[in-house]
């Protein structure tokens, strides 16, 4: 299997991970961007986020609440973000949301 977050949901790469359901997991950014940086993806490999169909975005919205609560920031707010291919900068071709917060984020 080549897909680092597939490895990752295999439990053959090691993550330090925040919340899981049956369809999601969610797990600390290696190199945070930020003083919370949480990546969520379907546990099913989906390149981009949008090939995700609504029940995985809804799980991955849902489950990102709650990382929020989890993490302290859900009133201070956070930042959800999907990079899409290369003009954006995706490095890791398997769906992820990216949650950022703990600080005041830089305007877009
Ligand atoms: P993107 O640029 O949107 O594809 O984001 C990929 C993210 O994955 C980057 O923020 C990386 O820091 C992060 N990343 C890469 N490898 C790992 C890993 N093994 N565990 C956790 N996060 C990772
Ligand atoms: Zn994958």
């Known amino acids: 299997m080549s897909c680092l977050f597939c490895r990752i ?8 991970v925040v919340h899981e359901t ?15 940086h949480v990546l969520l993806i379907p546990r099913e490999h989906v390149p981009n986020a949008v090939d ?8 991955l919205f849902a489950a990102a609440r709650e990382v929020a609560a ?19 900068g995706q490095e890791v071709f398997h769906a992820h949301l990216h949650l950022l917060g703990g600080e005041r984020l830089s305007r877009l």
Request: charged residues 20%; glycine residues 16%; proline residues 8%.
């Open 70 to 88: 989890g993490e302290g920031v859900a009133e201070s707010g956070y930042r959800l973000l999907f990079n899409t291919g290369p003009d954006s």
């Open 22 to 36: 049956k369809t999601t997991l969610a797990f600390r950014d290696i190199q945070p961007k930020a003083p919370v």
């Open 9 to 16: 949901v295999a439990g053959e790469v090691p993550a330090t």
């Open 52 to 59: 995700l169909d609504g029940d995985q975005l809804g799980g």
